[in-house]
């Protein structure tokens, strides 16, 4: 199935131009099969959600949290409670509480803005699940040094998403993973048993 797990909407992203319904029509236009909303350090809730799935009942819509750690973000899935995890959590304890949650983690657009992912990922002890290999907000230097971590640490899964802010880049980059995924545990299960393949449209 083909997701793509990182994404904004103006409704919950300061930063983000995409009203909802529109980012929902661009993700069924893209031929995604599901989606997951993250907005930077806020989550969709249910009766949210329901009104997107409404709207369009053939895409899979799930929510998760862009958490603004100390060093860098995390993409949080299968989260049962977003207020656990605050803006500023240092990396060590974010990753335990996701998966204390039942959870699983990926840091977003490693080594972005010379962010010393590997340093970071050392010191304080990160139990991540996997990493962002790809998205519209990684050049192909990034992409390749993403490549390389994958290389070096194999039990990272990897993903590939657009980091939507807007509508035209929906699906740009996305995982394609060998699971049926329907609901957040589906989707915690298949990132960490590494099922998915990071793509890019064309």
Sequence with gaps: MKFDLHMHTRRHSH????????????????????IVITEH???WTEPELAELRAFEPRLVILAGVEVTGRGG???????????ALPRGTAWRELTREVHRQGGACVAAHPNRWNQPFEKLVRE???????????SNNMDDELRRRAAELLKK????????????HQPDTVGCCYTDFD????TNADLVAAIKAR????MVRG
């Design 153 to 164: 640490y194999p039990k990272f899964a990897q993903l590939g998403n657009s980091d939507s």
């Design 179 to 182: 699971a049926v995924i329907r």
């Design 124 to 134: 304080q002890d990160a139990e991540l699940d996997g990493i962002e290999v790809m």
């Design 41 to 43: 350090d806020h989550m």
């Design 73 to 83: 973000d995390v993409l949080c899935y299968g989260v049962t409670d977003p207020f």
């Design 195 to 198: 099922k998915g393949k990071a």
């Design 15 to 34: 930063d983000a131009q995409s009203d909802p319904f529109d980012l929902v029509r661009a993700a069924a236009a893209a031929g995604l099969d599901g």
